[in-house]
């Protein structure tokens, strides 16, 4: 690959749409997966009684709901991400190799 | 303070993962329906090495599979990488003594996949070829690093076969009757057949029909304890806290993370540690595309979720139906064997000897294929970074590279038996600890400073 490539890649708006939609989803993701987990962890640390209140059943506690919504949760996170990824941010990235494609043709 | 408290983590993290493995264990007597389910499974798994080998014929097809795995495939196996004889009889041992604490593993072990999605797969599947250490090396000195993250693979990978293969050798005592040394070297010489004969591909394999097997049996185990409440959760808690000794303490988060400090060092350390296992990255160069890398991830995400909540089914199974039962407590009111047994006990107590032998011969088949994985990622760490690329400067050929990854694999078993029958006695549970602590310590940062 070309310096002159690299440039045209860097400068392409396909390009710059792409990576900061990608990570700036990739972050939000991975701060709610962590906010979610370390929650459950300190109430766990601190106050582990919270968890261990009973539900209306009178026998099973809330803890047990929440960590079937922790795993859940993680299942969903990651199938957001995946269908985003494989829908909106490979169509930039296929937009972005066939400008690339077309450039390198006028170039050459 | 915080060293102590994230060594105690990690001590207690190697306590989980090495599973059915403390102490002393009783020989049971020969269990046949068990050997001929798991005679079945060995032959099955032969006739996929055979195929494999057919397919097998470039360095790619034995590091990669040809990169040819589909995204459900890969997904498959690397759920099976991760739900291993100890997650499975650990984890459901653990929710039998304690109750609610073991959820609180389990979601630790999970929450790390979709951190790696979202940060790690899709770089690692873009810039690497066979090994994370070609990742590392993208960006930084070549040299110096990838012999680092070689040698960081190589040690991760020991430690955590010996691990395996104690556990495999007292499981297997426990399980079928057989003595310790056999069951070693079976194990030893099964997994050195799959991958210098098969690669990637029959590991693969092996790994995807034993994820199968283990969800179904289950599965079929926590409908069997749900059905006999009625699918009521409140029946089954209510039996469960009047049975325990333990009583509602069940039901809450106990002593097992009890200081804040201890509690966020679990946390890292499961979630780093599962980040930086070099035979979970390396499954990412399986597939075709970022598409299929991302998908399998889902997948993965999926199963191994599942698959906790099943683990804490049966572990509430075995409180309600073991304890009530006095065929499987010894004479002072203990369960036979040690709490690890509670999910085998409990096969049998739900599906009789049949579905005894169908489990035993799973457990076993998992230990097979996880030591399958571990092998081929130490490998090709061998081959792959220290042979081909540091010390032949990437001047080598493809037939030249696969030689010494088949006598790296030949290496790394007998070093596998011999260390297994040597640390028979060793608490193997530090072991695990320290294969963690140096994956998440070692490993990751390579990793995360090559990508970032």
Known sequence: ?108 | MKKSAILFTLLTLGAMASGAIEGDVEKQPLNVSAIVMFLIFVGATLIITYWASKRTKTAKDFYTAGGGITGLQNGTAIAGDYMSAASFLGISGLVFMKGYDGLIYSIGFLVGWPIILFLVAERLRNLGKYTFADVASFRLQQTPIRTLAAIGSIITVILYLIAQMVGAGKLIQLLFGLDYEYAVVLVGLLMIAYVVFGGMLATTWVQIIKAVLLLSGASFMALAVMAHYDFSFTKLFQTAVDIHSKGDAIMAPGGLVSDPISAISLGIALMLGTAGLPHILMRFFTVNDAKEARKSVFYATGFIGYFYILTFIIGFGAIVMLLSNPEYLDKTGMIIGGENMAAIHLSKAVGGNFFLGFISAVAFATILAVVSGLTLAGASAISHDLYASVWKKGQVDEAQEMKISKMATIGLGIIAIILGIAFEKQNIAFMVGLAFAIAASANFPILFLSMF
């Open chain 1, 1 to 108: 690959m070309t310096q002159e490539m690299i440039n045209e890649i860097k400068n392409n708006p396909n390009y710059k749409a792409l990576t900061s939609k990608r990570s700036s989803l990739a972050w939000t993701l991975s701060i709610i997966m962590c906010a979610i987990y370390y929650a459950f962890i300190l109430v766990i640390a601190f106050d582990p009684t919270l968890l261990g209140a009973k539900l209306s059943d009178g026998i099973t506690s809330v803890g047990i709901p929440v960590g079937i919504f922790i795993i859940i949760s993680s299942f969903i996170l990651t199938g957001i991400y995946v269908n985003k990824a494989n829908t909106e941010f490979d169509e930039l990235n296929n937009n972005l190799k066939k400008d690339i494609e077309k450039s390198m043709k006028k170039g050459a």
